[in-house]
């Protein structure tokens, strides 16, 4: 079992910046791919970004590309998205996940990963 804990969410203005944050614990955290995934009210939760294990390779949706950046510390057991020129957009819960899949594979539709966090709240305002 892993058990991940998302910090680090809150209400910023638009334009500027959150970093977020996921603690694992239990099994071996830098066994696992990392993601972040979003889900705003009324919608579906969509991929945002991901790493895998050794933090080498990264993948992020469109949508975010160039504003947020995913990175871990496997010496903390710790995933961290950085999320700049936030957008009202943007508003939604934030959820990490953990899996021992490729991070291709966390972006397809309907994906479950094995591990996920309890999420945490970013608000935008414009």
């Known amino acids: 079992q892993v058990q991940l804990v998302e910090s680090g969410g809150g209400l910023v203005q638009a334009g500027g910046s959150l970093r977020l944050s996921c603690a694992a614990s239990?099994?071996?955290?830098?066994?696992?791919?990392m993601g972040w995934f979003r889900q705003a009210p009324g919608k579906e939760r969509e991929f945002v970004a991901a790493?895998?294990?050794?933090?080498?390779?990264?993948n992020y949706a469109n949508s975010v590309k160039g504003r947020f950046t995913i990175s871990r510390d496997n010496a903390k057991d710790t995933v961290y998205l950085q999320m700049n020129s936030l957008k009202p957009e943007d508003t939604a819960v934030y959820y990490c996940?953990?899996?021992?899949?490729?991070?291709?594979?966390?972006?397809?539709?309907?994906?479950?990963?094995?591990?996920w966090g309890q999420g945490t709240q970013v608000t935008v305002s414009s």
């Open positions: 996940a953990a899996d021992d899949v490729k991070i291709a594979t966390m972006t397809e539709i309907d994906y479950e990963a094995d591990y």
């Open positions: 239990g099994r071996t955290f830098s066994y696992y791919a």
């Open positions: 790493i895998s294990w050794s933090g080498d390779t990264t």
